[in-house]
Structure formats: C-alpha cells, structure tokens
C-alpha cells in the first residue's frame, strides 16, 4: 500500500485559492486513483474530488465543480487540488485518500479508499 502526505492547507478570505498537495510513497504508487474528501466540523467526511489512476478520468462533488481543479504530476506519485473561488462553507479538514485496488477509474461509485492522508486544515474566512 500506498502512504500518502498533504501540504497546502492555510488560511484564506473568501474569493481567494490555495492548492493543495498529496505526494504518495511506497510500492506502486502511481498506480493507485486518489482523491480529496473534506470533513466540517460537525459533519461527516464528504467527497470532494477524484481522479483515475492513469489521470485521465476526473470526478468533482457538485458543490466544487467549476471551482476545483484535480490533477496528477506526470509521474503520477503526486496529487493537487487547486481550489479557486472559496467560500466560508468549504472551510474543512481536506484529506487525501487512495483507492485500495490498483487501476481503478476512481469515480465515486467505485472508489474504496484503502490509505487516508493526515489531513491539512482549509480555512476560508468571510
């Protein structure tokens, strides 16, 4: 399995961006879909965004499309999340995830997540 590590997470005002990264290690690791869900206080953890292994195939929540972007490097070992146009209401605990099978499509119908990320809080002020 895949070990997963998130840097990006800040402090922003509404309107701003930040991006987001999961740099992967471990055996096979661009062999893997990956994603981001977010977890609010208060709330259970949600799907954000996903994207295929190969990165040819990505999946946004409703509530982000249009204002995410996810993508993977040409190695396919890291992850970001370009966030754009933030809200108050996706201020959250953004965690990284990976399918637990190889070569999947990682559309949210088929994803199951076999290593979370540690998490790195998004904070987006009013």
């Known amino acids: 399995q895949v070990q997963l590590v998130e840097s990006g997470g800040g402090l922003v005002q509404t309107g701003g961006s930040l991006r987001l990264s999961c740099a992967a290690s471990?055996?096979?690791?661009?062999?893997?879909?990956m994603g981001w869900f977010r977890q609010a206080p208060g709330k259970e953890r949600e799907f954000v965004s996903t994207?295929?292994?190969?990165?040819?195939?990505?999946y946004y929540a409703d509530s982000v499309k249009g204002r995410f972007t996810i993508s993977k490097d040409n190695a396919g070992n890291t992850v970001y999340l370009q966030m754009n146009s933030l809200k108050p209401e996706d201020t959250a605990v953004y965690y990284c995830?990976?399918?637990?099978?190889?070569?999947?499509?990682?559309?949210?119908?088929?994803?199951?997540?076999?290593?979370w990320g540690q998490g790195t809080q998004v904070t987006v002020s009013s």
């Open positions: 995830a990976a399918d637990r099978s190889q070569y999947g499509r990682g559309s949210p119908e088929t994803i199951s997540i076999g290593t």
């Open positions: 471990g055996r096979a690791r661009s062999t893997y879909a």
């Open positions: 994207i295929s292994w190969g990165g040819d195939s990505t």
